[in-house]
């Protein structure tokens, strides 16, 4: 299935029915009076966050919603039927904005979430609503509201514990290949990722967290270059950032700069989020080359920084245990 985390839809609420002019016609009874009856709801757009969706591809065919006008009042005090709501599903995580791409609407962070998108409109009253004491046959019936019409962006951020993040070719597939079930494209060339991968990482029977893997950053992507920063969206609910260096370049110090600048260039607080430094295929590095690049690394970033092979899961464990750490801890801090 492809993978698509935008979408733009239009969604139009169903109209109100109309009321009705209409008087009571009986044997025997002389002055009936008004009994035409009210006109039913339109139908609201209801979008719902459901288990077993990742990807929005859902609408990007299908992008028109409309759901159905309210049936008309009738004779004898009959209200006409209210229309059924219109329903979108959608994963959890998706956030739902106007059509300017900045106001946010409704944010479905969880699986069961629903939120009224659209309201259809109330039915119009039939001339039995406005008989009084000085009226008392009214000639009068109002049509329908109108239900609310807009075209809306959906906007998926994946839900995610933990998320890994550095330069393509750091290795970030194969450590969520050896951390989990995934199993994502690997291969010896940069950008082997294109969209997001999630994989469960399960450290015994009672401890587990979602491990988010994007595309690889390079200078400037957050001003568009190589695939951009659109995916840094997807570990923006993450608790904690594995930040993968590749050992075997020449510079891992500067490599740990530029991503730590583009997340800083992207903004909304990834720059600030607990990070873990890795440096990985420590299985390829010399014992000298190992050693001058986890000091020029640890003056870069300030920290101690752990020593991990995803290929020979060497200090994988090590590092899974330290992000597990991280997510509890965040955990604890959301429960109160």
Same mark, same amino acid.
């Given at each position: 299935?492809?993978?698509?985390?935008?979408?733009?839809?239009?969604?139009?609420?169903?109209?109100?029915?109309?009321?009705?002019?209409?008087?009571?016609?009986?044997?025997?009874?002389?002055?009936?009076?008004?009994?035409?009856?009210?006109?039913?709801?339109? =139908?609201?757009?209801?979008?719902?966050? &459901? *288990?077993?969706?990742?990807?929005?591809?859902?609408?990007?065919?299908?992008?028109?919603?409309?759901?159905? $006008?309210? /049936?008309?009042?009738?004779?004898?005090?009959? #209200?006409?039927?209210?229309?059924?709501? +219109? &329903?979108? $599903?959608?994963?959890?995580?998706?956030?739902?904005?106007?059509?300017?791409?900045? %106001?946010?609407?409704? *944010?479905?962070?969880?699986?069961?979430?629903?939120?009224?998108?659209?309201?259809?409109?109330?039915?119009?009253? /039939?001339?039995?609503?406005?008989? %009084?004491?000085?009226?008392?046959?009214?000639?009068?019936?109002?049509?329908?509201?109108?239900?609310?019409?807009?075209?809306?962006?959906?906007?998926? @951020?994946?839900?995610?514990?933990?998320?890994?993040?550095?330069?393509?070719?750091?290795? @970030?597939?194969?450590?969520?290949?050896?951390?989990?079930?995934?199993?994502?494209?690997?291969?010896?060339?940069?950008?082997? #990722?294109?969209?997001?991968?999630?994989?469960?990482?399960?450290?015994?029977? #009672?401890?587990?967290?979602?491990?988010?893997?994007?595309?690889?950053?390079? !200078?400037?992507?957050?001003?568009?270059?190589?695939? =951009?920063?659109?995916?840094?969206?997807?570990?923006?609910?993450?608790? +904690?950032?594995?930040?993968?260096?590749?050992?075997?370049?020449?510079?891992?110090?500067?490599?740990?700069? #530029? &991503?730590?600048?583009?997340?800083?260039?992207?903004?909304?607080?990834?720059? !600030?989020?607990?990070?873990?430094?890795?440096?990985?295929?420590? *299985?390829?590095?010399?014992?000298?080359? $190992?050693?001058?690049? +986890? $000091?020029?690394?640890?003056?870069?970033?300030?920290?101690?920084?752990?020593?991990?092979?995803?290929?020979?899961?060497? =200090?994988?464990?090590?590092?899974?245990?330290?992000?597990?750490?991280?997510?509890?801890?965040?955990?604890?801090?959301?429960? =109160?």
């Amino acid at each position: 299935m492809k993978f698509l985390d935008e979408a733009k839809v239009w969604v139009k609420a169903g109209d109100g029915g109309d009321g009705v002019i209409a008087f009571r016609r009986e044997r025997f009874i002389e002055y009936g009076g008004p009994d035409g009856g009210n006109g039913g709801k339109g =139908g609201d757009i209801v979008v719902e966050a &459901v *288990d077993g969706l990742n990807t929005l591809i859902d609408y990007r065919y299908s992008q028109h919603f409309k759901a159905r $006008k309210g /049936g008309n009042g009738a004779g004898q005090d009959r #209200t006409g039927a209210g229309s059924d709501d +219109v &329903v979108l $599903k959608v994963p959890a995580g998706t956030q739902i904005f106007d059509d300017d791409k900045e %106001t946010l609407l409704a *944010d479905l962070d969880a699986v069961g979430k629903r939120v009224v998108i659209a309201t259809g409109g109330d039915g119009g009253h /039939g001339n039995a609503h406005f008989k %009084t004491s000085t009226n008392r046959s009214p000639r009068r019936a109002d049509p329908g509201y109108p239900g609310e019409e807009k075209w809306l962006w959906l906007r998926l @951020k994946l839900i995610a514990d933990a998320g890994l993040v550095g330069l393509p070719n750091a290795g @970030k597939s194969t450590f969520l290949a050896a951390a989990s079930a995934a199993r994502p494209k690997i291969a010896d060339y940069p950008f082997t #990722t294109l969209h997001p991968q999630l994989g469960v990482v399960r450290l015994n029977a #009672t401890e587990e967290f979602v491990l988010a893997d994007i595309p690889g950053l390079i !200078e400037g992507a957050h001003e568009g270059a190589g695939l =951009g920063d659109r995916f840094l969206g997807h570990i923006e609910r993450c608790a +904690v950032l594995l930040h993968l260096i590749d050992g075997t370049q020449p510079d891992p110090a500067g490599a740990y700069q #530029t &991503v730590r600048e583009e997340l800083i260039g992207y903004g909304n607080g990834l720059a !600030e989020k607990p990070e873990i430094v890795a440096l990985n295929k420590l *299985d390829a590095m010399t014992p000298q080359g $190992k050693a001058s690049r +986890v $000091k020029a690394l640890e003056r870069a970033c300030g920290k101690p920084v752990m020593l991990i092979s995803g290929a020979s899961r060497e =200090g994988v464990p090590q590092a899974l245990r330290a992000l597990a750490n991280a997510v509890l801890e965040k955990r604890k801090v959301e429960q =109160g």
